[in-house]
């Protein structure tokens, strides 16, 4: 899900770096700033977090700009209102905003303090009895390597000094996958991926459950309005929950880097504000990936997790 502001961001979220780890003979440091388990077993990844005290649950979205907490969360979670911020525009529509300050969040072994966000968009649902009162988003995660760990349900926030691998401990069977974190993109995560085999210009969003693209992608990959037409047909929200139509067709191939994904299921709706596709977190089921903050993504399929994996020992 993308969401973006008219204004400049109030607060900056940063945590303390909670845990240092030499690695090996070059002193490869792990710096940890959060470790949050993911909650869900489907759909866009949820954390356990903490607001001022209260346990909530929140969804790590990398295709929107500013991390949300929902209107109807200010009161119950004792966040004071420090005025207006501007508007929101994401798929779905837009709607104006607050910028609230959260006295404490709380992310596993680390804790952020006294920092402001914005508050719109309808948040209503629960998970595992914890209400889901908002999202991450870019402004924080940008901060970090962060680390999306859906086989082993785990997100972790890390930065790392001296390592000869841009991702120690993963092993050796990994996917490299050229992106860009463009700061007039709001440092989002943009990556070229091929559907049945023509390019397109993408967002990684894990903040949507399935990979969309626009009808102008689709009618360059072959796919006629027609065609559409004869496909299922749900509705889908964005940042403001209003529904817009979505067609799901089945497309020969996706390629993301090396990763060939045959016969896949893709949703397309009319419009993608500023792109032609999203890769959402159906993408992810059975990969890790590892989002550095320079000109790189990596990736790791469930099967190729090394046994001694920390993560994978305690999922398992």
């Known amino acids: 899900m993308r969401a973006w502001g008219q204004g400049a961001v109030i607060g900056v979220l940063m945590s303390g770096l909670a845990a240092c780890a030499p690695t090996g003979p070059l002193q490869c440091k792990i710096y940890t700033s959060g ?19 209260h346990p909530v649950a929140l969804i790590v979205d990398t295709g929107a700009m500013v991390s949300l907490i929902g209107t109807s969360h200010i009161d119950p979670l004792g966040l004071e209102v420090l005025g207006a911020f501007g508007s929101i ?17 709380e992310m596993g072994p680390s804790k ?23 999202l991450f988003g870019n402004d924080f995660l940008s ?3 962060t680390i999306i760990d859906i086989p082993d349900h785990v997100v972790r926030l890390v930065r790392t000094e001296d390592c000869p691998s841009p991702t120690p401990g993963w092993g050796e069977k990994i ?5 860009t974190h463009d700061s007039s993109k709001y440092l989002r995560t943009m990556l070229e991926v091929k559907v049945n085999g023509h390019a397109a210009d993408a967002t990684l969003d894990t903040g949507s459950t399935n990979t969309l693209i626009t009808m102008s992608t689709a009618r360059r990959a072959g796919v006629t309005r027609e065609m559409l037409q004869q496909d299922p047909v749900s509705l889908a929200w964005g940042v403001t929950h209003n529904p817009l139509k979505a067609y799901h067709h089945l497309f020969s191939t996706l390629e993301v880097g090396d990763i060939v994904f045959h016969n896949v299921r893709l ?9 032609d596709a999203l890769l959402g977190s159906d993408f992810m089921r059975h990969y890790r990936l590892w989002i550095g903050r320079e000109s790189k993504l ?10 001694n994996d920390p993560d994978r020992q305690a999922a398992e």
Do not use: C, W
């Not at 759909?43 to 001022?52: D, K």
């Not at 525009?89 to 969040?105: A, M, P, R």
């Not at 996917?175 to 992106?179: G, L, N």
């Open 89 to 105: 525009q994401g798929v779905g529509g837009g709607e104006l905003s607050q910028t609230v300050k959260i006295n404490s969040l």
């Open 35 to 53: 470790v949050m388990p993911i909650i869900n077993r489907s759909g866009s990844p949820v954390v356990r977090a903490g607001i001022n005290g």
């Open 143 to 145: 901060n970090y390597d």
């Open 267 to 275: 949703t397309v709706v009319d419009d993608i504000p500023e792109g």
């Open 175 to 179: 996917h490299t996958i050229h992106v």
């Open 298 to 307: 990596y990736a790791q399929h469930d099967t190729d997790i090394p046994p």
């Open 112 to 134: 952020a303090t006294n920092f402001a966000v914005i508050a719109a968009g309808k948040f209503g649902a629960s998970i595992n009895g914890l209400p889901i009162v908002g």
